[in-house]
């Protein structure tokens, strides 16, 4: 079973850090990484910077696209409007589907503000004590969606990469 997760941070920079933290874990084999992407939001500005981790980008990552929609449903639908909003249900139907609910959108909005960063992390077994353990300390507040096989595949096969740039 995969889970996806996101770590939030009091700093801008917090996240960075973090991501240096997963992937000592995945070299200690107390988890797999399968993808990931930071948010950094600096104090004063409007909206967040998102950066996928390309250097996961292959067999089993998501990709721009999934990360895209990710951060659009989270960051930026919510300042275009209710038209635009509106077109966007149906992704965010489709997105339920494959455990990614109204209910954790909503969560990581409302957590992840200006002023703080988050680490998105795709992951997958997982020795859940010894990773919350290695977190222990830096203020972190985890929010988890445990999404099964059948919807992890899901996930992938409706976000799949063409090769092409998103």
């Known amino acids: 079973m995969a889970t996806l997760t996101v770590w939030r941070f009091d700093t801008a920079d917090g996240a ?12 200690e ?5 399968v ?5 950094s939001w600096p104090e004063g ?25 990710l951060f659009g449903l989270i960051f930026f639908v ?12 149906a992704l965010t139907g489709s ?32 020795v859940t004590d010894r990773v919350v353990e290695q977190f222990r300390g830096t203020r972190a507040q985890l929010i988890s969606t445990n999404l099964s096989a059948e919807q992890e595949a899901k996930l992938r096969e409706a976000f799949e990469e063409t090769g092409q740039p998103a």
């Open 16 to 27: 960075q850090s973090a991501l240096t933290t997963l992937e000592r874990l995945q070299k």
């Open 29 to 33: 084999e107390l988890l797999q990484l």
């Open 35 to 39: 993808d990931a992407a930071v948010v």
């Open 45 to 69: 500005r409007k909206k967040p910077r998102t950066e996928q981790l390309h250097s996961l980008v292959g067999a089993g990552a998501l990709g721009g696209s999934f990360w895209g929609l």
């Open 78 to 89: 919510p300042l275009l409007g209710m038209a635009i909003g509106a077109a966007m249900g």
């Open 95 to 126: 997105l339920a589907d494959v455990g990614i609910d109204d209910d954790f959108i909503r969560r990581v909005r409302e957590e992840v503000t200006p002023g703080t960063s988050a680490l998105f992390a795709m992951t997958s077994n997982a």
